[in-house]
């Protein structure tokens, strides 16, 4: 795995965690499709672009296990887990997530992304 590769991309799911919609314009490939769980379910580039300045931001995002699989010169898929708090909320969000990213030129744009949200187990005292 190349390390400049990983960094970069990590890097940019960060900021889809907590971008606006400037950002899911400037970073999205234009036939992206994004899987979140419901209510939200599929969405494609132009439906997320649309919603995210009215949803909620990340305020806190943690990424661990991180892999990257470089599929060719052109195409990588990463996966990781993630926990993230908004603003007023007790409990974090926790999921795993994949995402696959394709070269435009010298910039990595998001093709697809997919969570699946893992369940909070409360440490027993």
Known sequence: ????????????????????????????ADEAVMVFPDPAGVMIKDEMCSTIDDSPRWEIVELEELRVMELDDNAAVVTYKATAMREGEVLPYVARASSAYVR?????????????????????A
């Open 104 to 124: 435009d030129g010298d910039r990595w744009k998001l093709a697809f992304h997919q969570q699946t949200p893992l369940a909070i187990i409360p440490a027993i």
């Open 1 to 28: 795995m190349e390390t400049m590769l990983a960094d970069r991309l990590f890097g940019l799911e960060e900021q889809f965690w907590k971008g606006d919609a400037a950002f899911y314009r400037k970073n999205l």
